[in-house]
């Protein structure tokens, strides 16, 4: 299956964010999150979560992520080149810390709400 980029949505998620589907199957999806604004570092991270597993690779720019396990929050500065692995119904979030900042999101199983719209 090809997934031709004329033919991609981008859908605004809030007013600093985008994403983009990039391709999808057989209980794998990956997705482009891009960030127009950096935030300052002490702006609180608002946390989500969902049954999918995730890997997050960061594409371009900084943030800061954060994960919470049972027993502790985990947050860490990443940038260009780091990757973070989050488990299924774990809260985490993020904040950009740098203005175009991008994230190349894979979840298993394929995210059915970012079809949803399209």
């Excluded at 997934?3 to 809030?14: N, P, Y």
């Excluded at 500065?77 to 175009?100: E, S």
Aim: net charge negative.
């Amino acid at each position: 299956m090809f997934f031709e980029k004329d033919a991609m949505t981008r859908t605004r998620v809030d007013e600093n964010t985008w994403r983009t589907v990039l391709g999808y199957g057989e209980g794998l999806m990956n997705a482009l999150i891009e960030f127009e604004k950096g935030v300052p570092a002490d702006t609180p991270i608002s946390y989500h979560q969902h049954e999918h597993v995730q890997t997050t690779y960061v594409l371009a720019g900084a943030f800061k992520f954060s994960i919470q396990y049972p027993d502790h929050t985990a947050t860490k500065v990443v940038q260009v080149g780091d990757a973070l692995y989050f488990p299924g119904n774990y809260p985490h979030g993020c904040i950009p810390l740098t203005a175009g900042a991008k994230l190349l999101d894979s979840f298993t199983p394929v995210r059915a709400d970012f079809l949803a719209g399209e």
